[in-house]
């Protein structure tokens, strides 16, 4: 049975990665500068966040694969072939995204990050707030 849902972006990435090639594996491994901008009708949803704090955002990877259910971790084919939800690989069936970034300056409806490994003009559907309490491991 295939259910679809309605997701509707929130803002958009401004970013100096402009094609895939361009971006890391992982946003800290360069820990460049991006900015979210934040649809108007959405803006009031920033309000409490603040310079310094770690956001995840969640965006939709338009540009990436969807038609496979393994690949090579970290595009390395020397990499066994492994099932896409044992890595963070972009391609995957549905290609949501989840990077946490740290907020560099709040001006308006424009967060500007860093760390975010989204390319230009990429979709945002959700931002949430890290949480040391919630979203470190448990302990055993």
């Not at 966040?49 to 956001?55: E, P």
Request: hydrophobic share 35%; proline share 9%; net charge neutral.
């Amino acid at each position: 049975m295939t259910e679809q849902f309605v997701c509707n972006p929130i803002g958009r990435v401004s970013s100096p990665y402009k094609e895939k090639g361009d971006a890391p594996a992982q946003g800290r491994e360069k820990n460049l500068v991006s900015r979210i901008i934040i649809d108007p009708g959405f803006a009031g949803g920033l309000e409490g966040l603040t310079v310094g704090q770690q956001i995840f955002v969640l965006c939709w990877f338009d540009r990436s694969a969807r038609d496979g259910i393994k690949v090579h971790p970290r595009g390395k084919m020397e990499n066994p072939l492994t099932g896409v939800f044992n890595t963070r690989s972009p391609a995957r069936p549905n290609p949501v995204s989840l990077t946490l970034v740290t907020i560099q300056e709040i001006t308006d409806n424009i967060l500007t990050v860093c760390g975010l490994d989204a390319l230009d003009n990429t979709p945002v559907i959700d931002i949430k707030p890290y949480s040391g309490k919630i979203d470190e491991p448990m302990q055993a």
